[in-house]
Structures are given as C-alpha cells and as structure tokens.
C-alpha cells in the first residue's frame, strides 16, 4: 500500500481479508491519521500475519508513540516490522515516566534525533513535568512551555539540552515568542542550529540570544542565515 492511500485501503479491505492470511506492506509518509488506522486494524484483524512498515516514514514522534502500541500488543501470530526511526535510547519505563511527568534522568544514554523529538513531544504535551535532566543540568520544561520571553541565559545547558528545547518548541501550539535568550550556555554551533531552524515559523520572535555559547566562525554564519531568512524583524 502506499501510504497515501492506507487509510483508506485499510478500511476497503478489511472484509475482503476475512479468512486469510495477509501480510501488508506500507511504504511512504503515513502520517498520524494513517497511523491510527494501521493501529486500529492491527488490533482487530485476525488474519493479518505480517505488517511491515520498514520503508514507511510515520511522521515523527506523533506517529512513533502509536506505532509503539503495536509492538507492545501485537499477537504472537502476527509479525510487525517498524522503521528503524522506531529504534530508540529510550526504554519503554522512560516513555511511560514522561508520559505521567515525573522527573527523569536520562543524561546517562545516547540519545539520537528520534529520541530528541519524542522527549519534546512529551514535556510540551504534559502540563504536570516541571524539569527533565537531558545532559547535566536540569532543564526548566515550565518555563518552556507557552513562554512569550523564554530565558534560559547561563543554565549550564549542553547541545542535548538544546536539541530537547528545539522539540518543544516545534510542538508548542501557541507560538507567542518575542524573546528567546540562552546566552551563557554550551549548546555549540549545533545546538544553536537546532534551536534557530525551530524558531523559524515563529513569526512573533523579535530578539535571539546565542551570545557565549562557543558558536566559532561556521556557527555564527549559520545563525545569521537563519536571521536573514526569518519572516519576523529578529
């Protein structure tokens, strides 16, 4: 199936499946509404014997949090092949943790791009996390969410901590910013790439603040590529 249509073939065979066994094949972008119907078909279909998604693209950590649900409820019959964008440093006592907002501590793995958008998910969807420790320090996740002057200036934050706050910023529905500021920090030219290339569709954003964050000649010409580039009068 391609994946544009697996919504709705999904649904259109359902019956015709009855009484046999299948194994479907998705490949390109799902999506989260895609997704859901993969799940909810997974879950009734008897004769489903294998669902390989290795070539789909499930439209980030939305995606990967309901396809996470198969793997953990699939039936032993049924064979289910995720992408590898599912393979997370995270483990499945991380995510429930986030889910319910406790504190976590998770400056001991190896986080990758996956892991980054699925934290930043999470803490910008859970009203109830107050800080999150990603590298060292903890990061203040309330004065994140739905800031409109958000000063993160000398927290001791390091390029994981700025890649979690480039997340959030991403899923933030109220995008109200005028005033970003962590300067005096060590978040390095990628870091303040991450965070820069998230503000891009904040209209509002008036002044950036990377000053003391060992940015070197190639980080600052980036971030003033982004400047130039902004919709808003940064």
């Known amino acids: 199936l391609r994946a544009r249509k697996a919504e709705q ?4 065979f359902a019956d015709c499946l009855l009484g ?3 194994v479907v094949r998705v490949e390109g972008r799902l999506g989260v509404e895609g997704v859901q119907a993969l799940v909810s078909f997974a879950r009734v279909s008897e004769c489903l014997r294998e669902l390989d998604l290795s070539a789909a693209d499930v439209g980030g950590a939305s995606g990967m949090l309901l396809l996470r649900e198969i793997s953990m409820h699939q039936r032993s019959s049924m064979t289910c092949i995720l992408p ?3 393979s997370l440093a995270l483990s499945e006592d991380d995510v429930a943790a986030l ?3 406790e504190a976590v501590d998770l400056s001991g793995l190896e986080l990758g791009d996956a892991d980054y958008d699925m934290i930043g998910l999470l803490l910008s969807t859970n009203s109830s996390m107050t800080s999150c420790i990603v590298a060292a320090s903890p990061l203040p996740v309330q004065a994140i969410r739905g800031a409109v002057n ?3 200036r000398d927290r001791g934050l390091r390029p994981p901590d700025a890649f979690v706050v480039a997340a959030m910023l991403k899923y933030e529905t109220v995008r109200s910013l005028i005033c970003v500021d962590v300067s005096h920090n060590a978040i390095g030219t990628t870091g303040a790439a991450a965070i820069g290339n998230a503000l ?3 209209d509002s954003l008036k002044i950036l603040n990377v000053a003391n964050n060992k940015l070197g000649v190639e980080g600052a010409k980036h971030i003033l590529e982004l400047i130039k580039g902004h ?3 940064v």
């Not at 073939?9 to 259109?12: G, H, P, Q, Y």
């Open 9 to 12: 073939a999904l649904s259109a």
């Open 20 to 22: 046999h066994q299948a």
């Open 84 to 86: 590898e964008s599912l």
């Open 99 to 101: 889910r319910r907002g």
């Open 150 to 152: 958000l000063k993160l």
């Open 200 to 202: 891009a569709s904040y």
């Open 231 to 233: 919709r808003s009068a």
